[in-house]
C-alpha cells in the first residue's frame, strides 16, 4: 500500500523565493495535516483538512504560508515570500477515521538561504 | 500550559534495562491516545495506541490513566535499536504532540 507521498523531499532556495510543498494522502483518508519540526518548537500542527475543507488553521505562521486541498488526493502548502526562518522539515499525515492514528509522509526539509 | 507534556530527556539506559516515559495531557475530552517513535532524520511513526485497559505489544506496554490524564510507554529488555525519540500523541477532533522523549541505549 502506498503511504503519504510528499515532494519534494528536500528543498533549499533563497529568501523571498516561494514554495510549494506537495502531498499525496492515503487513499480513502479523509482528513489531512500540515506539521512543522524544528528542533526548538517540536513537531507544531500548521492546518488540517477534513473531507478537503480546512477546519483548523489557527498554527499557520502568518499570512505567508497558505494551503489548499482542491481534491480528497492532493494538498499543497505554499509559503510566499520565504524566510530563513521557515527552515524546518515538513511533514504531511493523513487519517481515516477520527479515532484512528495519523500516518506521516517522509517529510520536506526546507533551506531557505 | 501545553496541551501535552513530556519530559525531553534525554533517557540513557544500557541493553536489558528497562525504561518508562510518561505523558501528560490538559484536554479531559481527549479521546485516542498513540505513541510514535521517530529515528533521526525521519518521521514520526506510530508504535501503538493506548487503550483504556492497557495493552502490550512484545517488550512494549502502553497504559492509560484518564482520572490523572496521563499516558505512559514501558519498554523492557531494551536494545540499541530502540535509541529513538519517543512522542506520545493525544486525540480530540486532531492529533496534538508531545515534543518527544529522547531514548539512547548503549552497549
Known amino acids: 500500500d502506498a503511504g503519504v507521498i510528499q515532494s519534494p523531499r528536500h528543498e533549499v532556495t533563497e529568501m523571498g523565493q516561494e514554495v510549494t510543498l506537495r502531498c499525496k494522502p492515503i487513499?480513502?483518508?479523509?482528513?489531512l495535516f500540515w506539521y512543522r519540526q524544528t528542533m526548538m518548537r517540536g513537531l507544531e500542527l500548521l492546518i488540517y483538512f477534513n473531507n478537503n475543507v480546512p477546519i483548523d488553521d489557527s498554527g499557520m505562521p502568518e499570512d505567508r504560508f497558505s494551503a489548499k486541498m482542491p481534491n480528497a488526493s492532493f494538498s499543497t502548502l505554499k509559503i510566499q515570500p520565504s524566510e530563513p526562518r521557515d527552515s524546518a522539515v515538513y511533514f504531511c499525515a493523513s487519517r481515516g477515521q477520527l479515532d484512528q492514528p495519523q500516518h506521516f509522509g517522509d517529510g520536506t526539509r526546507l533551506s531557505i538561504l | 500550559r501545553k496541551e501535552v507534556e513530556q519530559d525531553p530527556g534525554p533517557f540513557n539506559v544500557p541493553e536489558g534495562a528497562t525504561v518508562a516515559f510518561n505523558c501528560t495531557y490538559s484536554n479531559s475530552a481527549s479521546q485516542s491516545f498513540f505513541w510514535y517513535r521517530q529515528d533521526c532524520r525521519k518521521e514520526p511513526k506510530l508504535l501503538m495506541s493506548v487503550y483504556s485497559s492497557g495493552n502490550e505489544d512484545g517488550r512494549f506496554t502502553a497504559q492509560l490513566n484518564r482520572a490523572s490524564q496521563y499516558i505512559s510507554l514501558l519498554i523492557r529488555d531494551s536494545k540499541l535499536s530502540d535509541s529513538a525519540t519517543y512522542l506520545c500523541?493525544?486525540?480530540?477532533?486532531?492529533?496534538?504532540f508531545g515534543t518527544g522523549t529522547r531514548l539512547q541505549v548503549f552497549p
Open positions: 500523541a493525544v486525540n480530540t477532533d486532531k492529533l496534538i
Open positions: 487513499s480513502g483518508h479523509n482528513s
